[in-house]
């Protein structure tokens, strides 16, 4: 099994697409920062212009950790599409190509090398999230340095430089599990769908379809979010003010949950259907 993971690794790094997008999500960063440079300040002052008739304001608010929060609302779409586009040629490149067929010709099972594939995609996404934490903390603080953060979820919450770091970190955290969902999610689509240009179109389709569905109110009370689209932004839960660690480590749980049943299905039908 170590020997079909070290190949299927083997065989996405060597792609050009990977570094591609590797490339992509640094140039989202390196878009952000650079906006934030030249026009973050008067933005900010456009914004807060009203509050500072009521408020007094201390310290530089286009600090390290306000640029980390922006750049943390990219795993909304940017990110997690990348990833999903790169995730799925696992599978959808090689049936294209018909090296799907000479690999399982070999003395490998079924079942192992397409769990093998989703392995390497969740290696991949915690590569590229833990580079992208790597390079924005490093960017962030060195050009814009430490500071308090505010954040507008509903109302205006303002946290302390330490909190701040502690709470975007718990965050980038639980946006990493978000992005393995989605890239566990664009595998499956590529075993089902096999070709790759669909499963991008239906990798893309379903990411917009959680954005949509993450705004909409189904009457369901309590148990509204138990539905895989309302999980998708857990991460956000760390910019509440008070912390509830119970619908936190619910959510996260789901997720888990929601995460391992899409890849069980793609398991299931990779397993069941003959390669053709």
């Known amino acids: 099994m170590r020997a079909i993971l ?26 952000i920062l650079a906006s934030a440079y030249y026009q973050g300040e008067g933005i900010l002052e456009l914004l807060l212009d ?13 600090n390290g950790n306000l640029l980390l929060y922006i750049v943390l ?20 490149e090689e049936y294209k190509n018909g090296t799907m067929q000479t690999t399982l010709l070999q003395a490998i099972k079924k079942w192992q090398l397409i769990l093998a594939k989703y392995l390497a995609a969740l290696i991949f996404t915690v590569l590229v999230i833990a580079l992208m934490v790597c390079t924005t903390f490093t ?3 060195s050009i814009f340095g430490n500071g308090d953060l505010v954040v507008y979820l509903n109302t205006l919450n303002f946290f302390p430089a330490e909190v ?11 946006g990493t599990l978000s992005m393995v969902f989605y890239a566990t ?15 991008w179109i239906a990798s893309a389709f379903f990411l917009i379809l959680c954005s949509l569905l993450l705004k909409v109110n189904f009457g369901m009370g309590n148990y509204e979010h138990f539905l895989f689209p309302k999980l998708t932004n857990t991460w956000q839960h760390f910019f509440d003010y008070t912390l509830s660690w119970k619908e936190i480590v619910v959510d996260h749980l789901l997720l888990i949950c929601y995460t391992i049943i899409f890849g069980g299905l793609g398991v299931y039908q990779f397993n069941k259907k003959d390669i053709e």
């Open 6 to 31: 070290s190949t299927e690794l083997f065989k996405l790094f060597k792609q050009g697409k990977t570094w591609y997008a590797i490339g992509a999500v640094f140039l989202i960063e390196i878009i």
């Open 50 to 62: 009203n509050l500072r008739q009521s408020f007094y304001f201390k310290g530089n608010l286009l």
């Open 73 to 92: 609302n990219s795993l909304w779409f940017n990110v997690p599409l990348i990833l999903m586009i790169v995730t799925s040629a696992l599978v959808t």
């Open 139 to 141: 960017a962030a603080y």
């Open 164 to 174: 701040a770091f502690q709470r975007i970190c718990m965050a980038f955290v639980s």
């Open 185 to 199: 999610v664009s595998l499956t689509l590529g075993i089902f769908i096999k070709e790759p240009a669909k499963t």
